[in-house]
């Protein structure tokens, strides 16, 4: 691993490649932020894969890119008179202090080398939050601070970006009205409003109305999403996980298809059934060896 020192002077050579491009390079002088914006969420999907793969490798290479476009952002807002990478860092490490009056005291808001407080001791102005010990206590301190912040949120869910994808955005919801104490009591009282939106789905759904049966579809993912909240486990990650799962089985159909010289759309679906099990169990085989 490298030093302190090393990782900010891979920082500064970063930002001084950057200088270069955006001067003598056509493709990196005519970005904008509009311009930017796409690539940007596709390379945040992309470590995203890397993330939900485990493949550290790609992790690493894929921050790289995300950080170019924080970089690239930063420079263009300096070119324009906004803001430039030193203010990006330091409002990010304000924030950050403010945030945490169980770490730092105010007072380090705004000091180059900010200091800890002793283990155990809190800001004077924490008092009026609860000592956080635990990684919940931060999280429901972080809402309240939030909302006390100059030009932090002015609800407790206006924090949520509109554009998040909305299995995401459910559960964000859901997770910031946990923290100020709108949440299930008994997490497994969930699964009563769980199999009563899936009734009231299949009731709209034998009635043909289209409209409402969309209603009550958004209301049982939402409500399976909260159940996968009450249980720690992240939908959006679990999704994925299911995604990629069925994406190598029915891939594992397509590879004997062609084996067999028999397209997919002339297999019977029990011959594709007897493929998907084949491939299912082959993955089961693989998982308890590696146990």
Known sequence: MHTREEEKAAFGRLLDVLDTLRERCPWDRKQ?????????IEETYELCDALVNDDRENVCKELGDVLLHVCFYAKIGRENG??????VCNRLVDKLIF???HVYHPSQVGAPHPRPLPYG??????GEFQDAKTAQQVIENWEQIKLREKDGNKSVLSGVPS???????AYRIQDKARNVGFDWEDRGDVWEKVREELGELEAELRKGDREKSADELGDFIFSVINAARLYHLNPDTALERTNQKFIRRFNYIEEHS???????AEMTLGEMDRLWNEAKRLEH???NEQR
């Open 32 to 40: 904008t932020n509009q311009s930017l914006r796409p690539n940007t």
């Open 82 to 87: 906004d803001f430039d990478m030193a203010d």
């Open 99 to 101: 945030r945490h009056p």
């Open 121 to 126: 001791e809190q800001g004077e102005d924490a």
């Open 163 to 169: 554009a998040l994808p909305s299995l995401i955005k």
């Open 258 to 264: 062609i084996k067999a010289g028999k397209p997919l």
């Open 285 to 287: 085989n693989k998982q």
